[in-house]
């Protein structure tokens, strides 16, 4: 069932459905579950924009010199859903999370975790590195300062920002470390900095097509 709302999802659009319209359309029609809608949302696209994003995606090699601006929440939980082997490799060709998560909230290990994207950055050498952390979460000074801390250990040259709308800030920047889809059709450049990072610790995300066919995952 879940390989059926797949193709008749793809199939609207592809012919220039809005996501939203599409996606209930065919949610209410094979009785998806929540996980199941989510999936969907989540990771098809339609053939147009799969192409756009792999002409945006950029190597590791590639990010020498730039300067990259970082979503400081989107990378962080998708890397940790990597590290809990819940990332999902969506058609689109970048990771995301599956969790429905509202406000971060810091942990034991999100020190750790920020060292494993940092570290990261560390080895591709950019010309500077913006962390942008939306200020509207209670912990995000909490956030800001480790990854502060942390840029500082590593010698990254950069800068982490609390603001109202990281959304709004990224869409200023060429060259975007992100998985959210409106920064990244006002990007030229997209880096998955989550999968680099996971990648870096041997870790892989599950294969969106496993999912769809073997449906064992949810």
């Known amino acids: 069932m879940l390989s059926e709302a797949y193709r008749d999802l793809k199939y609207l659009l592809n012919r220039g459905y809005r996501k939203s319209y599409a996606l209930e359309f065919v949610a209410n029609h094979y009785r998806l579950t929540k996980k199941e809608r989510h999936l969907q949302a989540r990771c098809v696209f339609s053939d147009g924009w799969i192409a756009e994003v792999k002409e945006k995606l950029l190597k590791p090699e590639e990010l020498a010199g730039k300067i990259l601006a970082i979503d400081g929440f989107n990378v962080l939980i998708t890397l940790e859903s990597l590290l809990e082997g819940k ?5 689109d060709g970048l990771v995301r999370d599956l969790k429905y998560q509202g406000k971060y909230k810091p942990h034991e290990k999100t020190r750790e975790n920020l060292k494993l994207i940092v570290s990261a950055l560390a080895g591709l050498s950019p010309q500077k590195a913006i962390f942008f952390y939306g200020k509207n ?3 995000s000074g909490v956030v800001r300062a480790l990854t502060a801390e942390l840029l500082s250990e590593f010698d990254v ?5 609390l603001v109202k709308s990281p959304d709004h800030e990224l869409k ?3 060259t975007v470390a992100t998985a959210d889809v409106g920064v990244i059709g006002h990007a030229k450049g997209v880096f998955d900095l989550a999968r680099f990072a996971g990648e870096r610790r041997g870790l892989k995300p599950i294969p969106f097509q496993d ?4 449906h064992n995952h949810l």
């Open 172 to 174: 200023g920047f060429e």
């Open 211 to 214: 999912i769809l066919f073997q």
């Open 137 to 139: 979460n209670s912990r």
């Open 157 to 161: 040259p950069g800068e982490v920002l």
């Open 87 to 91: 990332a999902i490799l969506c058609e």
